[in-house]
């Protein structure tokens, strides 16, 4: 696919490159409308290749049938935009009903379309193993089975590792792992026996490198990613697409809401949190990873890519640099 789509690319490109050297070879002569057309059409190529994930957002997503949780804020609300947008059937899940009530009165208001499908609120809780399995049936259920799985919702913690409660460690694998399993698994069956099916999952670049002070999180996002891995290989040839989308900070609420080394709320904006990438540019690639099938996609700064590197190919280097790191104290809650 990827070879197909340079090949495309870089044929636009040779074709438009012909069409000006032939205009600059013949610039003696009168200017002939057969050139002007040329440019013209090549031009509107160029303007097709930028609006191409526009329209095979349209095209692809039309009528699909997704399941999106943690869609009452951040970066779950810019998604439900998007997905309405592209003529989705969308179900949007987490715990706060009203704030979910609002999302769907706003994307209705935002994208009035000809062909309208107005998204179904349900309640999910992914701290209760049981109730989000029951959320994901009922998900199921609404149009009887489910396209695209984007399970998004998730909390953040701020703490050391050596101070935090079994139960903060718990509550963090539980929502952002072991739930997300739940309501994956209950969908799973049914895209199984239909060989067809997308699940995504957000997990953070924190799932590729662990830093200090965020133990519980990264260790919950480690364990998306490595379940993911696993089940895309299982799962490869029959009919059913997993991919895991890895970002770097995003502008979201994500800091207030996460928890501290004794469960309370740090309900504090972080200065990385409030300089990350805006929640419409992150859905913007989220979309691309889904629309392109990519297995992954690290939506990371150069700076959080080579740290993923250097934790791959010269760990001693990045332990160095965490070491350091942990000694300034950055990212220590209360600093
Ligand atoms: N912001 C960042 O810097 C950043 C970076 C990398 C990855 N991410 C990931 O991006 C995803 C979205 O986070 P965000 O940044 O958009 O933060 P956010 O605004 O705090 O959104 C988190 C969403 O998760 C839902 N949620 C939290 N706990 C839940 C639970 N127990 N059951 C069901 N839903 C729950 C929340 O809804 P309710 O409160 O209504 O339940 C909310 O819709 C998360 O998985 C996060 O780890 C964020």
């Known amino acids: 696919m990827r070879l197909c789509h340079m090949l495309g690319r870089a044929g636009y490109i040779f074709i438009f490159l012909a069409m000006v050297l032939s205009i600059l ?32 957002r349209i095209f692809e997503l039309e009528g ?43 994307v209705m208001m935002a994208h009035r379309r ?44 701020r703490g050391e590792a050596s101070e935090t409660t079994p139960s903060v460690d718990a509550q963090l694998m539980q929502v952002n792992y072991l739930g997300q399993l739940a309501v994956l698994k209950t969908l799973l069956p049914s895209m199984l026996e239909r060989r067809a099916g997308h699940l995504l999952c957000v997990s953070s670049v924190q799932g590729r490198i662990a830093i200090p002070y965020r133990s519980a999180y990264a260790a919950s996002k480690h364990a998306l990613q490595a379940f993911c891995d696993s089940l895309r290989a299982e799962v490869a040839d029959r009919g059913v697409l997993v991919t895991v989308v890895s970002p770097s900070y995003i502008r979201t609420e994500l800091s207030r809401n996460a928890v501290t080394a004794t469960g309370d709320a740090y309900n504090k904006l972080d200065a990385t949190t ?6 419409d540019e992150a859905a913007d690639r989220v979309l691309d990873a889904l629309l392109h099938h990519r297995p992954e996609t690290l939506i990371s700064p150069l700076k959080d890519r080579l740290a993923v590197l250097l934790r791959h190919l010269v760990p001693s280097v990045f332990f160095w640099l965490m070491e350091r790191r942990a000694r300034a104290g950055t990212g220590r809650p209360g600093r």
């Open 114 to 157: 000809a062909t309208v499908y107005p998204p179904v609120v349900l309640e999910l809780d992914l701290a209760q193993t049981q109730s989000a399995q029951q959320a994901a049936r009922a998900a199921l259920a609404v149009f009887g089975h489910v396209d695209i799985l984007i399970s998004n919702a998730g909390i953040s913690y």
């Open 274 to 279: 409030a300089s990350g990438m805006s929640t």
């Open 25 to 56: 070879a013949s610039r003696s002569s009168k200017f002939c409308w057969f050139q002007a057309i040329l440019v013209l059409s090549g031009m509107a190529w160029l303007y097709a290749l930028r609006m191409k994930d526009k329209w095979k």
């Open 64 to 106: 699909k049938v997704v399941v999106l949780t943690g869609a009452s804020s951040g970066l779950g609300e810019a998604l439900a935009h998007r997905l309405y947008a592209a003529g989705c059937r969308l179900i949007l899940l987490s715990r706060r009903v009203d704030q979910l009530e609002r999302v769907k009165q706003e």
